[in-house]
Structures are given as structure tokens and as C-alpha cells.
């Protein structure tokens, strides 16, 4: 099938890669001519598992190409995917003015019949409202909408999208879903599931599921902060809890508190299409605030250490908001870092994939010293704070640690180590729940 991605960002370059590894011819198209300028040559901008390896083989046998031009894009396509960025707008709700801005163009350039898809996260009721406007601004067109929402969690991006737990499809015709069938059709065939609702339950599945993981998040980490209050190690508790099938084991590693650039904005944009509705979530609102202050934890074990935190140096292990990605977006390490600079910390960062990315989301960047390896960020900390799981900081050489410090706190925000490994070293230890 010939298929068009707009928007070449996480998902849409993700998605794209993919579905030309699957054998579709793909185009894909964005407005930053910069981004489309490296792809054409086989360059990623993002750091992912795979995309070094898929990106140009797909390219090299032809199913995959880069355009800023939708008129090149548009008209052959029988499928076009819309990946455009819905951040938060006033009050949390979604900001679809990307997506609008994408239909708009794309209604100029449709010929023949094409499935419009939307796979931008976006509120309940935005393929009916995509329909509504289309019908005003391009009447003639032979054209379906459908939301095809996209469940992949970055750093894992190629993996989640080819052994999918599951592919959701809200469609309105048959033509829609015979199209949309055949896209997803090789996974369909190796046996992972493919569920057709209409478009209002896919959207609402979107944000129920990313809504459902955060409060897992949100609860997990109260349930640590109380772990710290009467003696119990979260690493412990979650693990027995998680034996429990129906609660399972994942997402439920205590930590410094969730970050990304989708739980938050998914979250708010839920709790938003709610009031718009006279609709009140309460479990909602509360995950919501009990992340908004999570950072706080992390500040409030460096004070019981160093007390005052002005004129301390700490280091910062970790700007990526999870492992195995560059993202920085939302990220717990920018809040924090943030904290510590207002505090008149020192403070000597860095990240094995994230300081580019991190440099051009913070906007006190020029305050905070960057270093290529932990040894170097920790020279001279009073203490050195753990902020990403990377596997690089999980084997820390603790005694050349030692040697270049001039203090003796380890902040693990991910709980990494053994508390005994660490203070044998003659660090003081803090982790998360324990
Ligand atoms: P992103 O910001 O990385 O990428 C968006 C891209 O769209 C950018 O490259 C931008 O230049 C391009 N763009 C904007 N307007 C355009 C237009 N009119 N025409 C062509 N290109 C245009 O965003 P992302 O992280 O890929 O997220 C995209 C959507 O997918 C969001 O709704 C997000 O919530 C959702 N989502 C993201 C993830 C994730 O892990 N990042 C996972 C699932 C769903
Ligand atoms: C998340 C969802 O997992 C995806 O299914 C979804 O498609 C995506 O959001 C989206 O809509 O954008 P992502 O944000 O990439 O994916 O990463 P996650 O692995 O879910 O992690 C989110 C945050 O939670 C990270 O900061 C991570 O460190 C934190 N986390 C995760 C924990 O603190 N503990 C855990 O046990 C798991």
C-alpha cells in the first residue's frame, strides 16, 4: 500500500520506518525542513533501538522517502497518518491546532479515495470533529477518517510497534477498516491482536491506558514514600504485589516520579474532556498531583544530607526522562535541576544520549556544567544523584567515585543499588522507598 506519515517526530518517523519494514511503500512528511534534510540521508534525529539499522535499509530498497512537499506526498497515498504534535494548550486541554494545520493542508492535495487517520493522541471526539471540519473545507473529496491511536513507549519504540500488545482501530466504513486491515495486515497474521471499535472508544483507550499507567506510577510512589516512613523497601512490597496477575509487575518501580511528553499532557487533556462534559476525574486529578510534586522528594533527601543547598555542587547522573532514549521532554531531571539552581546549587550534569537534547529544552542550560562521563560530573560533588536508569549507571566504579567527591551522598532516584554495596564504598545512601 502506499502510505503517507505526516509529522516525522517520535511516532510518526517510528511508525513510518515500520511500516515500510512491513513492505508498504511509505512517504514521509514534515515541515522542519532541517529534520527532513538528515532523514533524506539515512540520519535519525532521535536516538531509538533499531532506527540506526531500519531507517536507511528501508530507504536503500526504496519502500521509505522523506518530502516537506504535500502536494508530493498527498495524492498518491492510500493511507495517511497523522503524527503531529497535541501538547497541552490553556488548562491542559489538547492543542489540536497541529492537527488541524495538517488536515487542512492534506484536504488541498486528496485525489481518489484515502483514509485520513489520526494517530496523534487527541480527546474523544476529534475524528467526528475531523469529518465536520472536512465536509466544510473540501465537500468533494472521497475521503474516510479514522483514529488509529499509537501505543509506543520510546527506547522500545520499533519493538512496541512490530509485536504490538495490541493494534486499536476506530473506523466509521468498511472501507476504512478493509484499508486499515490490510496496512496492519502482517502483524494481523503473526496473531497480534487488532481491535476495530468505533472512533470514540479508540480515542477514549488512548487516554484510559496512558491515564491507568501513570496512576500505577502516582501509586507506587506513595506507597514508597510510606515504605520510608515505617521501615518497609518498596523494592520488596512491589514485587510481592506484582506476583498478584491481576496487578502484574510492571510500572511499578518506585522513582523520582514519571516523566515524558505524554503522561502529563494525556492526563490533563483527560481531565479537561471531562469537565467539558461536566465530568469530574477524581483518581485522575490525584496522579496528576502526586507527580506535580514528586521532584520534591529528590530535593528533600539532598537537604536532609547537605542541609543548605547553596553553593553545593551535585552531580547529575541522567537528563533523559527514561532510558534508552534522548527525549528530554518533561523530563524529572529538568524540574529537579531547576530546583537545585534556584537553591544556588552547583550543578554538573550528564547523560549518555540526552545533554543536546536537554540543551535545547532548558532554558537555564548556560548555569548547568556538562560532562561526557559520570566520573567527570562527580568531581568535586558534595553529592551525586541518580536520575536515569541507563545501564551505564548501573555499575558505577564506586571507589573511583569515592576519590573524586568531596562528599559521600548517592541520591539512586531509580534504585539501582544495594544499600550495603553503597555504604561499604563509605557513601551515605538514598533511595527511593527503602
Ligand atoms: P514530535 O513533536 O516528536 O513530532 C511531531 C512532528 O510533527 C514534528 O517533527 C513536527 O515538525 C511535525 N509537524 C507539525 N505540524 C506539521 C504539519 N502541519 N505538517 C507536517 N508535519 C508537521 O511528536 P511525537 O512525540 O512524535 O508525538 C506525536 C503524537 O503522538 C502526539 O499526539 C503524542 O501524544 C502521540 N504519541 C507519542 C508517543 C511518544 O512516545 N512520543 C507515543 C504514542 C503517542
Ligand atoms: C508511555 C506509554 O508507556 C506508551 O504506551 C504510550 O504510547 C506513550 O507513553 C505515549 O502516549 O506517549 P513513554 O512515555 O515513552 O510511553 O515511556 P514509559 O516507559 O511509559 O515511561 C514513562 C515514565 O514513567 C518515565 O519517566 C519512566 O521512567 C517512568 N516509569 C515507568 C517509572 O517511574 N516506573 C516504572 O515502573 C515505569
Not at 343 to 364: E, M, N, S, Y
Not at 368 to 380: D, L
Request: aromatic fraction near 8%.
Amino acid at each position: 500500500m502506499k502510505i503517507t506519515m505526516i509529522g516525522t517526530g517520535y511516532v510518526g518517523l517510528v511508525t513510518g520506518v515500520c511500516f515500510a519494514e512491513l513492505g508498504h511503500m511509505v512517504t514521509c512528511l514534515d515541515i522542519n525542513e532541517e529534520k527532513i534534510a538528515v532523514l533524506k540521508k539515512g540520519v535519525s534525529p532521535i536516538y531509538e533501538a533499531g532506527m540506526d539499522e531500519l531507517l536507511p535499509k528501508n530507504i536503500e530498497v526504496g519502500r521509505l522517502s522523506f518530502t516537506t512537499s504535500y502536494a508530493e506526498a498527498i495524492p498518491e497515498a492510500d493511507l495517511v497518518f497523522i503524527c503531529v504534535q497535541t501538547p497541552s494548550g490553556e488548562y491542559g486541554k489538547a492543542n489540536l491546532s497541529y492537527v488541524y494545520a495538517a488536515v487542512r493542508e492534506c484536504a488541498r492535495h486528496l485525489d481518489g479515495y484515502t483514509v485520513l487517520i489520526n494517530k496523534s493522541t487527541a480527546p474523544v471526539g476529534t475524528v467526528h470533529a475531523i469529518k465536520k471540519f472536512l465536509k466544510e473545507v473540501a465537500p468533494e473529496k472521497d475521503c474516510d477518517v479514522a483514529s488509529n491511536p499509537e501505543f509506543l513507549a520510546e527506547g522500545v519504540a520499533i519493538k512496541d510497534f512490530l509485536e504490538p500488545d495490541r493494534v486499536i482501530v476506530g473506523v466509521e466504513s468498511s472501507r476504512a477498516e478493509t484499508a486499515l486491515k490490510e496496512a496492519y495486515f502482517p502483524l494481523i497474521e503473526k496473531g497480534y491482536p487488532f481491535l476495530v471499535t468505533i472512533p470514540q472508544s479508540a480515542e477514549l483507550m488512548k487516554y484510559a491506558s496512558n491515564s491507568f499507567l501513570a496512576m500505577k506510577l502516582s501509586f507506587i510512589n506513595e506507597v514508597a514514600d510510606f515504605c520510608e516512613l515505617v521501615g518497609a523497601d518498596i523494592k520488596e512490597v512491589a514485587y510481592g504485589m506484582g506476583l498478584d496477575k491481576r496487578i502484574g509487575t510492571k510500572y511499578l518501580q518506585a522513582s523520582i516520579g514519571f516523566g515524558g511528553s505524554c503522561f502529563g499532557k494525556d492526563v490533563r487533556a483527560l481531565i479537561h474532556r471531562g469537565e467539558e462534559e461536566g465530568y469530574e476525574f477524581r483518581m485522575v486529578k490525584a496522579l496528576i498531583a502526586v507527580n506535580n510534586v514528586r521532584y520534591l522528594t529528590t530535593i528533600n533527601k539532598l537537604k536532609k544530607h547537605l542541609g543548605n543547598l547553596k553553593g553545593k555542587t551535585i552531580a547529575v547522573l541522567g537528563l533523559a526522562y527514561k532510558a534508552g532514549t534522548d527525549d528530554t521532554r518533561d523530563s524529572q531531571s529538568l524540574r529537579i535541576i531547576f530546583e537545585l539552581l534556584d537553591h544556588g546549587a552547583d550543578v554538573r550534569a550528564t547523560d549518555p544520549k540526552a545533554i543536546d537534547h536537554f540543551k535545547t529544552l532548558f532554558p537555564r542550560a548556560d548555569e548547568v556544567n556538562f560532562f561526557e562521563k559520570p566520573q567527570e560530573a562527580a568531581q568535586g560533588a558534595d553529592a551525586l544523584l541518580i536520575l536515569t536508569e541507563w545501564d551505564e549507571y548501573k555499575n558505577l566504579d564506586l571507589t573511583a567515585l569515592k576519590n573524586v567527591m568531596t562528599g559521600t551522598v548517592i541520591v539512586d532516584g531509580r534504585n539501582l543499588y544495594d544499600r550495603k554495596n553503597i555504604e561499604a564504598a563509605g557513601f551515605m545512601y538514598e533511595g527511593i522507598g527503602r
